[in-house]
């Protein structure tokens, strides 16, 4: 079976501070990965996604920048940390297609100060 | 802006009740629909996809979708504590990648 890890599960960073996030999935190969994050009181918003190594799509300009240096692994990285940044980061994994379900990792709470 | 709209809750019913939670959505060119079930503090698990027009049941779940009307609807019947949660509902247009996302609607289920 499938299992989707990020880490670390909470961070508590200043403004200013970089920062990075990861995930991996295990049990599949060529995965299509996507970083999301949830605000308080809005929905889920997809930050990047990927459909191979070094292939990064972005939906939303802002400070925030996507990796992915192996098959199952994804980066979400910041060089420089705004208090707009503070939500729960998530990371899903479909198979490869574009009709496949998304399946969520049990996220990063991130709060900027 | 494609949006996919939910109703705005909180949502409550008592136990064995059947609870029934509504999504509309404003782009016609969206072919697949979710629900994602999220307690407080945790990440979205899917509960269900539908993609053709109708009923999908599975155990006490059953999605309706209505692809003329843009409804989506999601009733959970012999509603339990533990269905308690906030749910999402999710569309997507054709193959394309993207999820987009309603604001959820919390569903509290009372003893």
């Known amino acids: 079976s499938q299992t989707i890890h990020q880490w670390p599960a909470t961070l508590v960073q200043p403004v200013g501070s970089p920062l990075s996030l990861e995930c991996t999935v295990e049990g599949t190969s060529n995965p299509n990965l996507y970083w999301y994050r949830q605000a308080a009181g809005r929905g889920l918003q997809l930050l990047f996604y990927s459909v191979g190594i070094g292939q990064i799509s972005s939906e939303v300009p802002q400070n925030l920048s996507a990796s992915r240096p192996q098959d199952r692994q994804f980066i979400l990285s910041s060089k420089k940390l705004l208090l707009s940044d503070s939500g729960f980061y998530l990371c899903a994994w479909s198979r490869t297609g574009g009709m496949e379900t998304q399946y969520f990792g049990p996220g990063t709470r991130l709060l900027v100060l | 802006q494609k949006e996919v709209e939910q109703n705005s809750g909180p949502l409550s019913v008592p136990e064995g009740a059947i609870a029934s939670l509504n999504c509309t959505y404003s782009?016609?060119?969206?072919?697949?629909f979710f629900w994602y079930r999220q307690y407080s503090g945790k990440s979205p698990e899917l509960i269900m996809s539908i993609y053709s027009n109708g009923d999908k049941e599975d155990g006490r779940f059953t999605a309706q979708l209505n692809k003329a009307s843009q409804y989506v609807s999601l009733l959970i019947r012999d509603s339990q504590p533990s269905d308690s949660a906030t749910y999402l509902c999710?569309?997507?247009?054709?193959?394309?990648?993207?999820?987009?996302f309603g604001k959820g609607t919390l569903l509290t289920v009372n003893p």
């Open positions: 999710a569309g997507r247009r054709g193959s394309n990648y993207k999820l987009t």
């Open positions: 782009d016609r060119g969206s072919q697949s």
